[in-house]
């Protein structure tokens, strides 16, 4: 079948229905080259494929072993709902280890079966998650295995103090990881899982307990000799504030950690101030409203204002405009812009004029912004034309005797050849007749120029012109 035919298409799936038209749809789906083949049992399945092979091999259609790649579509499926799955990574290892070296056929084994029956198991019956609240307190639980690493992000909900786990996290442990003592790689799932979750841990409320069953990383912070590795993800944890508690292997069930209760010493901890004492120099305030709300006392709301905005009094409506533009936030914005942040929370019915008014009057804008005009003083050159006709000047000659009643010219010059056209007139044109003027002498015969400069020319009419 030849590529990039329109009818290509139709044509094969007309052709496999005919092939399989006395079993379609008994135990065979086709779309195109897409064949699925389903049974009731494992004999029943070996018998139907059999068959379907047997039809396309009679047909000379064959099957690549090479191009079966269910294997990695279901990975790449539960790896989308790898959040929900705990510790997917360990379990899925022994599948993931059969694509090692992209193989051209796959040597199943007992381990991977398992492993395929755990992860469909684990579609079926994962946890409800609940979505992450910043004002309640973390845990974070981490264990580590010979092949991966796992962690769950869980918070303490209600008086009961309840755990709900919020998202799992797990991956496999590189060649270079997997020579790690166990020390190392409990250390690394706890920097991993730091790292996977930094936007809800850096910066929490409170400090989040990490809970590991690896007695010693509960002197990390303490210790005072520290491998290289331990040395980086040191520094890294100086990021957070957390504490650290031990769960022995004989209480390392997930239900019995998490009905355990951990009070948070929400009294005592006080975050560090973002920026030094000795940049801040005062609270920010906002007194403005109170007066806006004074104001509408002897200027009440008037009809048309939308519920959802304040209402500016006129002798308030200077200081909104100010506050607006000059804001941090805003730094000084543009008309329009100026005008979409006031109407998002008040209104007045001349706010369009006034906002305009009001930026094209700052004079800090006036000061920095770039003109868009040339400077004024000294004269600036026209541009060198780079073709004939392409920038002309054109200016009146008036007062002259009268010839045939004709007492005027207009002079067009051609600024890259000098070449001059002269036309009589009999009076002073309107903007429409030195158009047409210039159209039917010039513009007809060399084409339109890119600009035109005039020398003080006055023309009546100049909208027709323009």
Request: glycine share 4%.
């Amino acid at each position: 079948m030849p590529y990039g035919l329109a009818n290509a298409p139709a044509v094969f799936q007309s052709f496999i229905n005919e092939i399989f038209r006395d079993i379609m749809n008994k135990y065979v789906v086709a779309y195109i080259d897409d064949i699925l083949i389903y049974s009731k049992s494992k004999e029943e399945h070996q018998s139907h494929v059999r068959t379907v092979l047997t039809r396309l091999l009679e047909n000379q259609l064959y099957v690549k072993a090479e191009k079966f790649k269910e294997l990695q579509r279901f990975l790449g499926f539960a790896n989308f709902y790898r959040c929900f799955i705990r510790n997917y990574s360990i379990t899925a290892a022994p599948l993931t280890s059969l694509l090692k070296g992209q193989p051209s056929r796959l040597k199943w084994t007992e381990k991977a079966t398992q492993a395929f029956t755990n992860l469909k198991n684990s579609f079926t019956t994962a946890p409800i998650l609940k979505h992450p609240d910043p004002n309640l307190p973390f845990v974070v639980e981490v264990d580590a295995s010979d092949s991966g690493i796992g962690a769950v992000l869980s918070q303490r909900h209600g008086q009961s103090g309840r755990v709900f786990p919020c998202v799992y996290f797990s991956r496999k442990l590189t060649d270079a990881e997997r020579n790690y003592d166990v020390g190392n790689k409990e250390l690394l799932a706890m920097k991993a899982a730091s790292e996977e979750w930094r936007h809800w841990l850096e910066g929490s409320t409170y400090p989040f307990q990490v809970i590991t069953d690896h007695k010693n990383l509960e002197y990390i912070k303490s210790a005072k000799r520290l491998n290289p590795h331990q040395a980086r993800w040191s520094l890294f944890f100086t990021r957070f504030q957390f504490t650290v508690t031990y769960r022995p292997g004989s209480k390392n069930s997930k239900a019995d950690a998490l009905s355990r209760r951990h009070d948070h010493p929400q009294a005592e901890f006080k975050p560090d101030p973002i920026l030094p004492p000795s940049i801040i120099i005062a609270p920010v305030t906002w007194d403005l409203m109170d007066e806006i709300q004074r104001e509408q006392q002897g200027e009440p709301t008037p009809p048309g204002c939308p519920s959802t905005k304040h209402y500016i009094p006129s002798n308030l409506r200077i200081r909104v405009m100010q506050w607006v533009h000059t804001s941090l936030c805003s730094g000084h914005t543009g008309i329009s812009r100026t005008l979409r942040l006031t109407q998002n929370s008040f209104w007045w019915p001349s706010m369009v004029k006034d906002v305009a008014t009001y930026v094209k009057s700052c004079s800090v804008c006036a000061q920095s912004k770039t003109p868009k005009e040339l400077p004024s003083g000294l004269l600036q050159p026209l541009p060198i034309p780079q073709r004939p006709w392409s920038h002309l000047s054109i200016d009146f000659v008036t007062d002259l005797p009268p010839s045939n009643g004709f007492t005027r010219i207009l002079v067009i010059i051609d600024r890259f050849s000098k070449a001059c056209w002269l036309i009589p007139l009999k009076g002073l044109p309107t903007a429409m007749e030195t158009a047409q003027s210039l159209f039917h002498h010039v513009f007809r015969v060399y084409g339109i120029p890119e600009d035109i400069v005039s020398d003080t020319v006055h023309v009546t009419g100049v909208e027709s012109f323009l």
